[in-house]
């Protein structure tokens, strides 16, 4: 039999063969500079981004996830390894460092990453209109929610003369938002404390000092490898007694005093549909730069009374959720 023919009766004689090669799955690769463990919402958050778009993975393409669990270094290795997979695109999720190291990995594959602050400035984008490479994504106002954090911590314990901000230094992001700070404690008349943590232990060592130097409240930075060790921190802040701000949520539907920031959820979510947008042909080049409309205040009344502390009724009023 020709081999014609033999195509012929399995019914698709009238495709050609270069059908087949453009019908293969397009491959996403998903760098991570987070855990898997913690990591269900934002990934599903991704998932229905793309489903937006028309890709469900698992049916039309496939993501290849590569998780650095919060060890920075790990990075470059696993976005080489996606490069050498040919992936047709990288969702660069965990803030800068995972971003940076997508873009010296290739200059060729796009790149999306979930949230950054100061894009420009980290030298990812060329402008937030105008990227003008392989990279784009969803912008992040941390510097500036870290000043507004360092206000609401201010109002909500007004006794406080120091206000510890918990901070990772291996964050690229992490000279900008300690400027703020420094800015906002200023304005706020209270002390700031900065304390670096690259570790658990350094991150444990931060919590003692905060309980054995006294200092009346703690911002802990919206920061990859500290949301790869959310469990640990509200832990501690909880076993301490320690008031503390969030970046996120998540931490404070864990049981956390309070949170003040972008939804990282919809972050992800709309990190999804722009990589669906560049499979179906989109470039990164002319895809600007998303930056959070919404910001989202959320108060754990059962961990403040634990604390000893009353929200006052503006602020639960301000509140677009409270946990009782």
């Known amino acids: 039999m020709r081999r014609r023919d033999f195509i012929a009766g399995l019914g698709i004689a009238a495709l050609p063969m270069t059908a087949f090669a453009q019908r293969s799955i397009p491959t996403i690769g998903?760098?991570?500079?987070?855990?898997?463990?913690?990591?269900?919402?934002?990934?599903?958050?991704?998932?229905?981004?793309?489903?937006?778009?028309?890709?469900?993975?698992?049916?039309?393409?496939?993501?290849?996830?590569?998780?650095?669990?919060?060890?920075?270094?790990?990075?470059p290795g696993l976005a080489a390894e996606l490069v050498r997979m040919r992936v047709a695109a990288i969702l660069s999720a965990g803030g800068p460092p995972s971003a940076l190291a997508a873009k010296n990995a290739t200059t060729a594959i796009p790149i999306v990453f979930s949230a950054a602050d100061d894009p420009v400035g980290l030298g990812l984008v060329e402008s937030l209109n105008h990227p003008g490479g392989n990279v784009t994504g969803m912008g992040l106002f941390n510097a500036d929610l870290t000043a507004k954090r360092i206000a609401l911590m201010h109002e909500l314990v007004p006794v406080a003369s120091t206000i510890a901000y918990l901070t990772n230094?291996?964050?690229?992001?992490?000279?900008?938002?300690?400027?703020?700070?420094?800015?906002?404690?200023?304005?706020?008349?209270?002390?700031?404390?900065?304390?670096?943590?690259?570790?658990?232990?350094?991150?444990?060592?931060?919590?003692?000092?905060?309980?054995?130097?006294?200092?009346?409240?703690?911002?802990?930075?919206?920061?990859?490898?500290?949301?790869?060790?959310?469990?640990?921190?509200?832990?501690?802040?909880?076993?301490?007694?320690?008031?503390?701000?969030?970046?996120?949520?998540?931490?404070?539907?864990?049981?956390?005093?309070?949170?003040?920031?972008?939804?990282?959820t919809e972050s992800y979510r709309a990190a999804g549909a722009y990589c669906g947008r560049i499979l179906n042909g989109e470039r990164p080049a002319n895809l600007p730069v998303v930056q959070p409309t919404k910001f989202e205040l959320t108060i754990n009344l059962k961990a403040a009374k634990a604390l000893g502390l009353t929200v006052p009724p503006t602020l639960l009023a301000r509140a677009d959720e409270v946990i009782e």
């Open 30 to 75: 998903f760098l991570s500079s987070r855990s898997p463990e913690e990591s269900d919402a934002v990934v599903a958050a991704f998932r229905r981004g793309l489903a937006d778009t028309g890709y469900v993975a698992g049916e039309n393409v496939v993501v290849e996830y590569r998780w650095a669990e919060g060890r920075y270094e790990r990075l």
């Open 169 to 264: 230094p291996a964050n690229p992001s992490t000279r900008i938002e300690v400027n703020s700070a420094q800015e906002a404690a200023k304005v706020s008349s209270v002390k700031l404390r900065v304390l670096n943590a690259s570790t658990e232990t350094e991150i444990e060592t931060a919590f003692s000092d905060v309980a054995a130097e006294h200092i009346g409240a703690l911002i802990v930075a919206g920061e990859p490898f500290f949301d790869s060790r959310r469990a640990f921190i509200v832990e501690l802040a909880t076993k301490r007694a320690i008031p503390a701000c969030y970046g996120w949520r998540e931490n404070v539907a864990m049981g956390g005093f309070v949170s003040y920031g972008t939804s990282i």
